[in-house]
């Protein structure tokens, strides 16, 4: 049964989703204290079900050749049709892959679950290694590895460096959708020692976009603005059009940003951080986030992940690495 909201899989009524930290948006699932376990995380997000290949038949009950129907054995549900040369990878199995993670002692499970009809699942690890900002370290950057499956051949299990809490679709795209091109394919899960060795490569690749991210960010609060340098980029990132109305809205813009980077911003009246190049990028960061109006929370979702807030943010990031 697929809810109205968020695309959580539900099961004789329950959420199949199980979380640490803050309730979710959407109020569903289960919260377990402190660190889980992947068994744990199994039991309370409804992750235990089996998925296998069965024949597929035409209307006069004819075998179709080289296809496969994927059914989830406990609700009999068909996720769809994959090639007959397909194979499922089990959600126990991508789970023992994220224990290998977690016995390495340097992540442990933060949310789980699955959406649809169970066709796509996750488990996300929290690393709680702290990203630098110069002298400045905030807890606002999460870190996370992202492991996530399809069961029906859209996509292969992989493994991603990412900062976005999966707690819904839309977090569960947007993760999808940031790390592409990025991470590891998970094509085969060995056994332990294999996956440890794997293990150890893909913390290597979490840890070093951690230190990467930090580096960039510590370049940025390392360069002040001069008043004349401020306007310089609040006029860039909102270029004034024909349009009067319009004009008036570029205009409080611009001024809120400005005032963001001169400590108005949230957090950005620290000493160190307050007129900087990070300042700048915050600011802009807070106010396509809460500051321009959405019609609905829904449509600020959508925007920010998969519309014109990665295109803003991403020029704004331009404009004050450029020199």
């Known amino acids: 049964m697929r809810p109205e909201k968020a695309n959580i899989n539900i099961v004789n009524g329950k959420a199949s989703l199980v979380y640490s930290g803050k309730d979710p948006w959407h109020t569903l699932g289960t919260r377990l204290n402190g660190n889980f376990t992947s068994s744990e995380a199994i039991a309370a997000a409804n992750l235990g079900y089996i998925v296998s290949t069965v024949n597929v038949f035409d209307g006069d009950m004819r075998l179709i050749k080289n296809y496969k129907a994927v059914l989830r054995d406990d609700t009999r549900d068909i996720f769809g049709i994959v090639s007959s040369k397909w ?12 224990d290998a993670l977690v016995g390495s002692g340097n992540s442990f499970f933060h949310t789980a679950g699955c959406l649809g009809f169970g066709e796509d699942i996750w488990f996300l690890l929290e690393v709680p290694k702290e990203l630098k900002v110069g002298n400045f370290s905030s807890e606002q950057y999460k870190n996370y590895l992202f492991l996530s499956n399809n069961h029906i051949g859209k996509r292969s299990a992989r493994i991603n460096f990412t900062s976005v809490r999966v707690i819904c679709q839309n977090t569960f795209n947007a993760a999808i959708r940031k790390s592409e091109g990025d991470g590891v394919t998970i094509r085969h899960i060995g056994d332990m020692d294999r996956k440890i060795e794997e293990a150890k490569m893909i913390l290597g690749l979490a840890s070093k976009r951690i230190d990467d991210l930090g580096s960039l960010f510590t370049t940025l609060v390392n360069k002040s603005m001069t008043s004349l340098e401020i306007n310089n980029f609040v006029e860039q990132l909102f270029p004034i059009k024909e349009d009067a109305e319009r004009t008036s809205k570029v205009v409080e813009a611009r001024a809120f940003v400005a005032d963001g980077i001169d400590g108005g911003g949230t957090g950005l009246d620290e000493v160190g951080i307050r007129g900087t190049r990070y300042a700048a990028l915050q600011s802009a960061i807070e106010f396509y986030d809460f500051q321009k109006g ?7 979702m959508k925007d ?6 990665i295109g803003f943010k991403t020029r704004a990031l331009e404009l004050l690495v450029k020199d």
Do not use: M, V, W
């Not at 194979?87 to 994220?98: G, R, S, V, W």
């Not at 920010?304 to 807030?309: D, E, M």
């Open 304 to 309: 920010i992940c998969f519309g014109g807030g």
């Open 87 to 98: 194979a499922p990878i089990q959600n126990t199995k991508l789970a023992e892959f994220a």
């Open 294 to 300: 959405f019609r609905s929370a829904e449509n600020r």
